[in-house]
Each structure stands twice: as structure tokens, then as C-alpha cells.
């Protein structure tokens, strides 16, 4: 029997439903490649501050941020010229508060830098990127144990700011209540008086905390007097040159 046109058509059409059917299965077996994740650096901190601190044992980085959640430095490496930061979150179980304040952390300094010289500092981690170049301070012996323990201050890369370095319980740091320029190259530091039920653990631990000035005369060979609280006029050098 002879076939209709119609038919004929019919089968032309189921055929190519057949043929599509298989090109899209063939198609579909081919994995399809994911998109690739883009993530950018985060910008660079142009509020990175530095300072030598403890004779040049020590450098503190000044960073904005939450003042109960400051963050802590991994051991500290020379490469390619400038020495490496990692910074980590700090050993606390609180919650962070939400304010933004200049917080120093404590770097300790390898034994190969010369504070003498200028040091790139690059500071990376919990999404943060910095870079600073430290000035070099002439004078500063690391090697130095008459030194330990003692109070000591630095220049920060930012105009009118230093780090104080204090040691003592870590449970119990001082608290600075005024800061003033009381000569041409002197600062005066005054701290506050601690509570007489104040219960501090009896470790001893380096305690750091920037402040800033305004009013002197000089920017170099500067002295702070530290007084009040457990310190009695206790004079130490400003190392380096204020901004």
C-alpha cells in the first residue's frame, strides 16, 4: 500500500524529534565547568602606624578598631626586604564592641633587623592589608638585658602619636587620663588610680597603649614623664622623631 504524504511527513518529523532528543542527551552528559570565585585584597590601612618599643626588641602596630578585640601578631618574619606580620584573632571569649579606636599590637622584632635602619613593615590577615615604612632610630641595643622590664616609648608613623610600653599584671593595665606637652621636648603621661579592691593576677606582661600630643616644640630627643598610678615621675626617651 502506498503511503500518504501526510505519513510520510509524519515519520520525517518523529525522526528529527529523535535525532534532537539524543544531541541534547549527548549534550547534558558534558560536565559543565563552575565559575571561578573572584576575590579581590582588601584595600591597603593608610592609618597603619608603627614604633619601636623595649629598646628595639619590639615594634607596635597601631590599627583602628574594636578596643576589647585587639588582634595578635604571628611570629614575625624578614622576607623579601621587609618584615611580615600575620595578624590572628585574639585569645578571648567576649564579645567585640562595636567601637573604632587606635589599638596597639606587639610585634616581637627578629633578631637579624637593625633598629638602626629603616624597616618596611607589611601587615597582612582577618582581612586586612597595611603597609608602613618604620624609620630607623639610632641608639637602640636589643641586646641589652639592663633594659628589661623597664617602660618604654615610641614614635608612631602618624603626626602626634606614641606607643607607651609598660610591664606589669596583665589583668590590671594602667590607664592613661591626661596627656599634655609640659615643655618644649617633655610630655607628661598621668595615669589614673586603680581601684584599692582591684584584684590583679601576678603575671608579668607587656602592656601597650598609643596616645597622642599636641604642642611641642621639638619632634626629636623628646622625654615623657610618666606619673600617677604606679609610676612616680618616672622619665623615659620618645624613641625616633614625631611625625
Given at each position: ?49 608603627a ?9 607596635g ?118 596627656v ?64
Amino acid at each position: 500500500m502506498a503511503r500518504s504524504p501526510l505519513a510520510a511527513l509524519g515519520a520525517v518529523l518523529f525522526a528529527g524529534l529523535l535525532l534532537a532528543g539524543c544531541a541534547s542527551q549527548t549534550g547534558d552528559a558534558t560536565p559543565t565547568e563552575p565559575a571561578e570565585e573572584t576575590t579581590s585584597a582588601p584595600d591597603l590601612d593608610p592609618d597603619l602606624g608603627a614604633a619601636w618599643l623595649d629598646n628595639g626588641r619590639m615594634i607596635g602596630l597601631v590599627t583602628l578598631g574594636s578596643s576589647t578585640c585587639i588582634p595578635q601578631a604571628e611570629e614575625a618574619v624578614v622576607k623579601d626586604g621587609a618584615l611580615q606580620v600575620t595578624l590572628v584573632e585574639p585569645d578571648a571569649d567576649e564579645p567585640c564592641t562595636a567601637d573604632l579606636v587606635p589599638r596597639v599590637t606587639l610585634v616581637g622584632v627578629p633578631a637579624d633587623v637593625d633598629p638602626a635602619q629603616n624597616l618596611p613593615i607589611v601587615v597582612t590577615g582577618l582581612d586586612y592589608r597595611g603597609e608602613v615604612e618604620l624609620a630607623g632610630v639610632e641608639g637602640l641595643t636589643p641586646g641589652d638585658a639592663g633594659t628589661d622590664y623597664l617602660p618604654s616609648a615610641g614614635w608612631a608613623t602618624v603626626q602626634g602619636q606614641f606607643v607607651v610600653l609598660t610591664w606589669g599584671s596583665s589583668s590590671c593595665a594602667p590607664v592613661i587620663s591626661d596627656v599634655a606637652a609640659t615643655g618644649p621636648a617633655e610630655v607628661t603621661v598621668t595615669y589614673e588610680t586603680p581601684p584599692a579592691d582591684q584584684v590583679c593576677t601576678m603575671d608579668m606582661a607587656p602592656r601597650a597603649v598609643v596616645t597622642a600630643v599636641n604642642g611641642l616644640e621639638e619632634n626629636s630627643g623628646v622625654e615623657a614623664i610618666l606619673t600617677g598610678g604606679e609610676f612616680d615621675n618616672v622619665r623615659i626617651p620618645i624613641y625616633g622623631v614625631n611625625a
